[in-house]
């Protein structure tokens, strides 16, 4: 297991450079091109691992936990330091770009998800010297609604607020939880790995990026940062994706001619697991052009 403190955090992080092989602590020496993957709200780099793997004889790829989710917890107790950092997406570009320069990453292709590709189209705009091409999935640009944002952020508090871990052994609940989420099941341990990063993630961060995520803020930034876009991107949507819905990513893929827009039918908000296949070749060709 690998970490690096950036501002008082220990992000973890990990190389996948075969698919034959567990994660890495470290890059071997290698002539490979590097491709970054960010997972989305109370994720983790766990679900990101079978694609990295089928992308690893191009690529090697380096996952990592966001601040707050996954093994990237925050210190207890809190320390103010830590605490001032706050949620912005902004600022978790800036841990980004902090841990590709601690690894030695000059240049590399992003695969994001969902708050992660949020979190990637503001590294394009503030970094875009430093991506080769990047991959958008499930992403798009929201339409400001004070009274629909007001509600999402009060039922938001509501299911932070409620994550006791016994949750875990309660039989069905990893379905029922994914529910909302999925147009195809995907494996029983993709199940059971969500719900328990979910009920794992920070109080802090898990409330404090719906707050920025999804917010008058956001609205207003995330189309100029769309249209900034300079690097060759494809935004991967799922059809029936309840989260994200394709009008959405239909919405940002207009503001841009470098950004090539897809829609992976029968899938919805992780159309990585639910058609892998299907995922996979789109990514590949959008990937040798």
């Known amino acids: ?4 403190n950036i501002q008082g955090v220990d992000h ?3 190389w ?3 698919d034959s092989t567990e994660p890495q602590d470290q890059r071997m020496q290698s002539t490979k091109p590097v491709m970054v993957f960010i997972h989305g709200w109370a994720g983790s780099t766990r679900y990101w691992r079978s694609t990295a793997r089928a992308l690893s004889s191009v690529f090697d790829c380096l ?10 917890r925050l210190p207890r107790p809190l ?8 949620y912005e997406l902004e600022e978790y570009t800036d841990e ?9 990453v000059g240049v590399a292709s992003l695969n994001a998800h969902s708050t992660g590709a949020s979190i990637a189209v503001l590294f394009l705009k503030q970094h875009g010297d430093r991506v080769e091409k990047a991959i958008l999935t499930c992403s798009g640009i929201f339409e400001y609604n004070r009274l629909a944002f007001s509600a999402f952020h009060q039922a938001s508090r509501y299911v932070v607020a409620f994550r006791p871990r016994w949750l875990l052994q309660m039989p069905g609940l990893d379905r029922l939880f994914m529910t909302r989420f999925l147009r195809q099941p995907i494996p029983a341990i993709a199940r059971k790995e ?5 009920l794992d993630a920070d109080h802090e961060a898990a409330l404090g990026t719906v707050f ?16 900034s876009i300079k690097k060759p991107t494809l935004l991967v949507s799922g059809q029936y994706d309840q989260i994200i819905p394709v009008d959405l990513g239909v919405r940002a893929a207009s503001l841009n001619e470098h950004v090539h827009h897809v829609v992976i039918p029968n899938t919805g908000h992780f159309p990585m697991l639910e058609d892998p296949t299907s995922y996979l070749k789109t990514v590949k060709d959008f990937l040798i052009v």
């Open 1 to 4: 297991m690998a970490y690096i």
């Open 12 to 14: 973890y992080y990990e």
């Open 16 to 18: 996948i450079t075969s």
């Open 63 to 72: 996952l990592y936990d966001l601040r707050g989710f996954g093994q990237s």
């Open 79 to 86: 320390e103010p330091s830590v605490a001032a950092l706050g």
């Open 96 to 104: 980004l770009a902090e841990l590709l320069d601690r690894l030695n």
């Open 194 to 198: 969500f719900l328990e990063d979910f």
């Open 212 to 227: 920025t995520a999804v917010s008058e803020k956001a609205s207003l930034e995330m189309p100029t940062a769309f249209q």
